[in-house]
């Protein structure tokens, strides 16, 4: 079988589906996935293929608080990273933009990729980004990067 990430088309409907399961068996209220949230599961590489999405929607719904909808502030953090790149890299025009304002949008995008895809180690992803590790504490406090964005 294919990984995950080669046919996202079937997320959605892998979503449901384990939704409707993990509802039956944790005997809570109909529950659906936000519009956002389903955009942001598309657009994750899933590492761990299906078995990592189940466990996503899993959490989702205990996490979810009885919630009806699952927005994406109720997803993984490593998830929630894409919705905020996005929303980082939307805010202006490109080429509105100053340059170092540029910069450190790319920078702050960049250490989060980095920081995801060794799944928050920080002595890791100082190594990856060629930066000590209390460089990289230094950059994580300028660009407000938290507990919540790895």
Known sequence: ???????????????????????????????????????????????GNVR?????????????????IIEPDQLP??????ADNKKLMLDEPVDQLRLDVALARFSKVHICKVLESVKGDKKDAAKILGLGL??????????SIGSKSV
């Open 1 to 47: 079988m294919p990984p995950l990430r080669e046919h996202k088309e079937d997320i959605p409907l892998l979503v449901n589906h384990f939704l409707e399961k993990m509802i039956k068996r944790l005997s809570r209220r109909a529950t659906k996935f936000s519009a956002d949230s389903i955009r942001l599961l598309v657009d994750y590489q899933w590492p």
């Open 52 to 68: 990592e999405l189940e466990n996503v929607v899993e959490r989702a719904l205990i996490l979810g608080s009885q919630d009806p």
């Open 134 to 143: 209390s460089s990289l504490y230094r950059k994580l406090d300028e660009f």
């Open 77 to 82: 953090p490593n998830i929630q990273i894409l």
